[in-house]
C-alpha cells in the first residue's frame, strides 16, 4: 500500500480544493494512504510533522469547489526555501524537510505550486531523493512554461471580467471610465483575457509597450463615452510610480478624461472554481496519480494540445528561462508569457481595444 503526501505552496488560487479532493478519491481508489501537509513545506519543519490523513469526510467532494486550499498555503512566518535562505538557516530546512518525509514514510510527494514553488522544488530536488516528486502547475498569473492552462486561471479570469461587468455598469451612469488593476505579476495574460472578454477599450500588458497618447488618443475617439480600461500590475510607466492603475489615471485625469481606478485584488484568487478549473484539475491529479504508477518523479503535469500528460521538471527549469526585451527595460518574459503572434492580441485589436504600439 503506497502512502502518498500533498501539499499546496506559494499564493493560493481557486481550483486547489478540487485537485486535492481529486487525489485523495483516485488514490483511496488505488488503496493508497493519503497524508496532508499543512502550510506547505512549513509543515514538514514543525515537531511533530503538521500533516493529516486525509479521510474523505473531511474534504466533502461539494467542497471540492471552493477557492482557497483545505490543506493552507503558508502563514506570514511559514517556513519555505526562501525565508529559510534569508534567515540563514537553509541547510538545518532542507535536512528537516528530508527527514519529515522519510518519518512520514512517503512513496510520493505531491507539490501544487507556482512558477516560484516548482523552480524551487528543482533547484533544490535533493531533499526529494527518497521520494517521487510530482508537481502539479497552478497560478493565476499563468506564468508556468509548457502547459497550456494553469489550476485557477479560468476562475480568476472569470472573477476579474464579472468584477470589471459591474463596474461597466456604474461607469455608463456617470460616463466616465474605470482603469481596473489586474494581478499577474509580469505577465498580461490575465488582464487580456478578462479585457477581451468584458470589451474593454484597452488593455495594458508588461509584454507589450504602449503610448500614453495613444492610448487617450484612443479613449477620446471611442464609440462610448464609458468604460473600463484593463492595467496589468506589472506594467510600468518611465517617470511614474504607485501602482500602475493610480499611474493611468493621473494620465487620463490631466488629459480631460474622467475617471475612478478600481482595485479587485485578491477576488481574482477567490470565487467558486468554474467547471474548467475543475476539468483541469481532475485531469491533472489523474495525470499526477498515473505518473507515481509508473514510477515517474521530477516531473509537472501539464496541459499540451488538449491532453494532460507529464513533462520533467528539469525541461521546466529549462524552458522557464528569463530573456529581456529592450523594448521594456527592466522587463523579463519568458516564454508562458503573452508572445506576439498570441491570437487574442489581434482579436482584442480588431474589436477596437488598444493593446499598445504593436500594429
Ligand atoms: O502569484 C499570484 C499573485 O496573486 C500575483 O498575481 C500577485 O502579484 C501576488 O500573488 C500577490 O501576493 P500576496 O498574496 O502576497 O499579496
Known amino acids: 500500500m503506497k502512502r502518498i503526501g500533498i501539499m499546496t505552496t506559494g499564493g493560493d488560487c481557486s481550483g486547489l480544493n478540487t485537485a486535492i479532493q481529486r487525489l485523495m478519491r483516485g488514490a483511496h481508489l488505488r488503496g493508497w494512504r493519503v497524508f496532508g501537509i499543512i502550510d506547505g513545506t512549513d509543515g514538514l519543519c514543525?515537531?511533530?510533522?503538521?500533516?493529516?490523513e486525509l479521510t474523505e469526510d473531511m474534504l466533502p467532494i461539494e467542497n471540492a469547489r471552493l477557492a482557497g486550499s483545505f490543506l493552507h498555503n503558508g502563514h506570514s512566518g511559514a517556513l519555505n526555501f526562501e525565508t529559510a535562505a534569508r534567515e540563514g538557516s537553509l541547510q538545518a530546512f532542507e535536512q528537516k524537510i528530508y527527514k519529515s518525509?522519510?518519518?512520514l514514510k512517503l512513496d510520493a510527494l505531491i507539490a501544487i505550486g507556482?512558477?516560484?514553488s516548482l523552480s524551487l522544488a528543482w533547484e533544490h530536488r535533493d531533499v526529494y531523493r527518497n521520494v517521487q516528486l510530482i508537481c502539479i502547475p497552478k497560478t493565476i498569473d499563468m506564468d508556468i512554461p509548457l502547459t497550456d492552462r494553469t489550476i485557477g486561471f479560468d476562475t480568476a479570469v472569470e472573477q476579474l471580467t464579472?468584477?470589471?461587468?459591474?463596474?461597466?455598469?456604474?461607469a455608463r451612469s456617470h460616463h466616465r471610465w474605470f482603469v481596473v488593476q489586474s494581478m499577474g505579476r509580469d505577465c498580461g495574460q490575465l488582464a487580456l483575457n478578462a479585457g477581451v472578454a468584458v470589451g474593454a477599450t484597452a488593455v495594458l500588458i508588461p509584454e507589450i509597450k504602449f503610448n500614453v497618447d495613444s492610448l487617450i488618443k484612443h479613449i477620446l475617439n471611442a464609440p462610448t463615452d464609458y468604460g473600463v480600461i484593463v492595467v496589468a500590475e506589472g506594467i510600468s510607466l518611465r517617470g511614474h510610480s504607485g501602482r500602475p492603475a493610480d499611474m493611468i489615471s493621473r494620465q487620463l485625469t490631466a488629459a480631460g478624461i474622467p475617471n475612478r481606478t478600481a482595485f479587485p485584488e485578491h477576488t481574482q484568487r477567490?470565487?467558486?472554481?468554474t467547471a474548467s478549473d475543475r476539468l483541469l484539475a481532475t485531469a491533472m491529479a489523474d495525470a499526477a496519480l498515473n505518473a507515481i504508477e509508473n514510477n515517474e518523479t521530477y516531473v509537472m503535469t501539464a496541459l499540451q494540445n488538449g491532453a494532460v500528460k507529464t513533462v520533467s521538471l528539469s525541461d521546466f527549469a529549462n524552458a522557464g528561462e528569463s530573456v529581456v526585451d529592450p523594448n521594456?527595460?527592466?522587463l523579463k518574459t519568458s516564454n508562458a508569457y503573452v508572445s506576439l503572434d498570441d491570437p487574442l492580441?489581434?482579436?482584442a485589436h480588431n474589436m477596437g481595444i488598444y493593446i499598445?504600439?504593436?500594429k
Open 328 to 330: 521594456i527595460p527592466d
Open 162 to 170: 464579472r468584477f470589471c461587468d459591474q463596474l461597466m455598469l456604474t
Open 101 to 103: 518525509l522519510g518519518e
Open 46 to 52: 514543525t515537531k511533530p510533522v503538521n500533516a493529516i
Open 345 to 347: 492580441l489581434d482579436i
Open 270 to 273: 477567490a470565487g467558486d472554481t
Open 114 to 116: 507556482g512558477n516560484g
Open 356 to 358: 499598445g504600439e504593436i
